[in-house]
């Protein structure tokens, strides 16, 4: 791509940095920003740096947060004792958004998978388990996407959890295999956290 403006260049290329952009797409919203009014591209740009200065991760669930603990574990109403581990912050709000949990969360920040080189020490595996050693915890619900990845990440932590004789579960499957739980309806998701299964029912039947 020829460009007549180095200006153009550099803020096409920075944009076609984000996943499923190309370099096309990439130029049709830079010429569209250059449309609009310098006001929108300066708030564009300041919620952006903003964000990304100022994000805070929550000390107890690693969920993206404006405080050092987030709204959902600062929240004396939710049960302690009921750990939802998850992978990312779409599935607490995907989840959320079904009004059908009231215990908290745990954010791995990912899956454990070694086609991309991520391992179990890359994720937030240790604080979970410390949680369930302190005794606070009685039952940790395991609601990752049932991908391989998701499976070995549960087997991974469900290894690690075994010794301190807590109860272990996985949400129902209602949802296909290799659906992202972002996806899923709000009453299917909503029923297979209340029809959740033992853990190990999970096992045999895989
Ligand atoms: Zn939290």
């Known amino acids: ?74 929240n004396p109403k939710r049960d302690d004792s009921l750990v939802c581990v998850v992978e990312d912050v779409r599935d607490v709000m995907a989840i959320e958004n079904t009004s059908q949990f009231k215990g908290k969360y745990h954010v791995l920040g990912g899956k454990i998978s070694p086609m991309d080189g991520i ?46 004789n807590i109860t272990t579960s996985t949400i129902a499957r209602g949802i296909a295999i290799g659906d992202e739980l972002e996806y899923a309806d709000e009453i299917t998701l909503g029923r297979s956290i209340l029809n959740r299964i033992p853990f190990e029912n999970s096992l045999k039947s895989s």
């Open 119 to 164: 391992g179990p020490h890359d994720l937030n595996i240790p604080t979970l388990v410390n949680k369930v050693k302190s005794g606070v915890v009685k039952e940790v619900i395991f609601a990752l996407s049932s991908t391989m990845e998701g499976d070995t990440t549960n087997f991974y932590i469900y290894k690690q959890i075994e010794p301190y």
């Open 1 to 74: 791509m020829e460009f007549s403006s180095k200006l153009l260049e550099n803020a096409v290329y920075e944009v076609s940095q984000l996943p499923g952009i190309g370099k096309r797409t990439a130029l049709r919203l830079v010429l569209h920003l250059l449309r609009q009014p310098k006001d929108q591209t300066n708030k564009l740009s300041f919620a952006l740096q903003n964000l990304r200065n100022e994000i805070k991760y929550c000390a107890n669930c690693h969920n993206i947060s404006d405080r050092d603990i987030c709204e959902i574990c600062a």
